[in-house]
């Protein structure tokens, strides 16, 4: 594949389109088994609440990759993806309704980094809750 996005038609400051993600307990249980992350923080509600967390939690791997998407959906290559770092600040809370947990995620183009190697560096924004669950969310990208 390749990006589809070329270096010479972005700007710093161009936004990516924003996405939504939902997050529920059964989306948790089909992580837990493609990543083999079982803790019971993840899928057990007394377990999350004894150690502490006000319920169930979403794995940081998977609100880290769920952020990234806006990315790789904007550049439609996964591979021009270079570098990828967050902070978790927040924990994601799922809790166990009809709705579960909302990861709404925005990105910009925060710097052109090298005009040679044609990489930007995206800056991302993800809350659940009206909380940011990620910080210093970055990726640097090759684009075309």
Same mark, same amino acid.
Request: net charge negative.
């Given at each position: 594949? /390749?990006?589809?996005?070329?270096?010479? !038609?972005?700007?710093?400051?161009?936004?990516?389109?924003?996405?939504? =993600?939902?997050?529920?307990?059964?989306?948790?249980?089909?992580?837990?088994?493609?990543? +083999?992350?079982?803790?019971?923080?993840?899928?057990?509600? %007394? =377990?999350?609440? !004894? $150690?502490?967390?006000?319920?169930?939690?979403?794995? +940081?791997? =998977?609100?880290?990759?769920?952020?990234?998407?806006?990315?790789?959906?904007?550049?439609?290559?996964?591979?021009?993806? /270079?570098?990828?770092?967050? %902070? =978790? @600040?927040?924990?994601? $809370?799922?809790?166990?309704?009809? #709705?579960?947990?909302?990861? !709404?995620?925005?990105?910009? *183009?925060?710097?052109?980094?090298?005009?040679?190697?044609?990489? *930007? %560096?995206?800056?991302? @924004?993800?809350?659940?809750? +009206?909380? #940011?669950?990620?910080?210093?969310?970055?990726?640097? $990208? %090759?684009?075309?």
């Amino acid at each position: 594949m /390749t990006a589809k996005i070329s270096y010479d !038609e972005v700007e710093a400051g161009t936004e990516l389109p924003a996405r939504m =993600f939902p997050v529920s307990r059964a989306t948790l249980v089909q992580y837990a088994g493609a990543s +083999g992350d079982f803790n019971p923080i993840h899928w057990n509600e %007394r =377990f999350a609440k !004894e $150690v502490g967390l006000p319920d169930v939690i979403a794995h +940081g791997m =998977f609100t880290m990759a769920s952020a990234i998407r806006v990315v790789t959906d904007w550049v439609g290559d996964p591979g021009a993806v /270079t570098e990828y770092g967050v %902070r =978790f @600040t927040k924990p994601v $809370v799922v809790p166990n309704d009809d #709705k579960g947990a909302l990861i !709404e995620v925005t990105a910009k *183009v925060g710097a052109k980094l090298d005009d040679q190697q044609r990489t *930007v %560096r995206v800056d991302l @924004t993800a809350t659940a809750d +009206g909380q #940011k669950v990620l910080g210093m969310s970055r990726a640097v $990208v %090759r684009l075309a």
